[in-house]
């Protein structure tokens, strides 16, 4: 038990955080994915001007119904075909791998991107409770360390496959995850001087009084400090965002899984539902990113003109989708960029990478600090 | 932090830090030093050092394992499961764990701020990283420019030694 | 506070106990197909595996990932800096600027160095 407090309290904190851990995970953000991969096929489908998957409803007449229930756009049944197919494949491990690590690798993917999601603030107050699961004093710190374990999957994916083209996927993957973690490092550290901590329910809370960093209009007329500051962030912004879309192995950097070099990349061993923790993997750390980008730069739950969750229940809700909201508008721009840019040559990624982007955030980061430290 | 927790993280940190040694398969090693760490990171949480426990996580289990275990893959495996215990090798490290226990204990002993029990912290809310941020750049400057000298030392010695490799 | 990290730890739970429920449904549910040497290959395009299954790869990769353990650490350096920036400013003025302006301009020695070596150069 813990010392410092006491029993009903300890047991209040236990149900409410699992409450919002169950919320965020099964409710919102695996939901999410699921409609996140059918958009992208709607998306893209619509880009190449054909249709794709629209057939699949909900199968209701296995109910006595007369009809299947098929609503709007029809194939909104897909993810769920999809879940269902995926846990009735053959579970197949390849005789030439090594199997411990082989049945570790996807668990070991797919963990660290759910973790990373505790510490997100994705909305103010519900009926008195924070509307985030861990509310920690370091926590950006906390997303970059925990999504820096995540590469432990690719590579004993690659390590363990025991074949060429996984081997090669994952020694890839790592190293391009390596490289641009250090410009997301960099990128978050104006961010980080204008608000003044490493906490983002704080940093939310300053966007909150001071309008959102990337719109300061949102919360009144900027002065001319802010106008000033608003350059490096709107940098800051551009090198966080490519950054983010090479941590997680998105189009133009989906080098690690090149299908014309590499077939399938780290992955290339795998199939039914081991595959299935990947991708599921994959699109959750896509959520956290856009949900990083979201709480550092667009004001996180903050909408001008709505109240907090201390107005009512209702407006907590409000907060909640606002968020959502703005996290689904990021989701469609990741697609967007899959089908607009060709994918990089790994020179060239690795030179954007180590030249390109780890400069112009350095210098940014001592533009940021320069404005703080040089006006008034 | 409720004692069960300490117990659970230190057993954990125990366990695989033998684990460590014991395993034949180089990256069973690797990734039990990582888990490992991850209980050290948890008990500098459970210490009030946020700061420190997230940057064990980031720089030793996100960035240091990683290039252990890409220098591992570069290893032939077999060779190194096959080769067989070394048992002079066994008793010399033998010897050096009990000499240094026993230096640790006899160190301890005399000092008598090793008995004293930890401080507690001030009651209320604190930003650790605001405190280290305020002691590392008002009386620690100095030292926090020595170590920019020690990285530049080390990213040269980095070039220096795969500069044969590179050309 | 250390109350803060509770749900930290419900939260590894939770994801624990889903990856594994998955996995454990999966192997419950899926199907068994038969096993042939062919299916027990490893994945070359349908052509029978040649040469080593773990090719050794660029001493570029170890470059890359030694060098990130350095930059990773000045990018520590860089997190209590920007929390305390503002506070410090008020207090003490523009000495903070400095004292971390120097300490990155020791780094960047290091990185120019690198550069000019062409250890960041993947075109050869």
Redesign the interface.
Known sequence: MMSFLSSSDFWFLVGTSLAKTIFLIFLVVLPMVSYTVYAERRVSAAMQDRSGPNRVGFPISLLGFKKDFSPFLGGLGQPVADAVKFLLKEDFVPGHVNKPYFWLAPCLAMIPSIVVLAAIPFGSTFLGVDMVVANLNVGILYIFAISSVGVYGIVLAGWSSNSKYPFLGGIRSTSQMISYELGLGFSAVPVLLIAGSTSLTKITQYQVDHGWLLLPFTAGMPGLREILLWIPVVIAFVTFTICMFAETNRLPFDLPESETELVAGYHTEYSSMKFALFFLGEYTAMIAGSSLIVVLFLGGWNFPFIPDGSAGWFWGLVNISVFFGKVAVLLFFFIWVRWTLPRFRYDQLMKLGWLYIFEIALVNVFLTAGILAFTK | ??PI?FWVFALMMLVFGVAVVVNRNP?ASA?SL?VSF?GLAALF??L?A??IG??Q???Y????M??F???I??LDLKAEQRRKLNLAAWAGGGLVTLIFVAQLWAVLKRFPLGRQPFPALPPG?H????E???V???TH?LP??V???L??V???G??IL??R??K | MVKDYLPVLLQVLVAIGFAAAALIVSVILGKTGKRNPTKDSAYECGMKPEGPSQPRFSVKFYVVAMLFILFDIEIVFMYPWAVVYREFLVAHGAQIFWSMLSFVSVLTVGYVYAVMKGALDWKN
């Open positions: 932090m409720s927790l990256v990734l990582v991850l949480v459970s009030d946020f700061f997230v940057v996580v980031l720089v289990a996100g960035a240091v990683v290039l275990l890409f220098i893959m570069l809310p930003d650790d990283v605001r280290v941020g305020m590392l750049f008002s400057n926090f420019q170590v920019g000298v990285i530049l080390a990213t040269i980095v070039v795969s500069k490799e590179l």
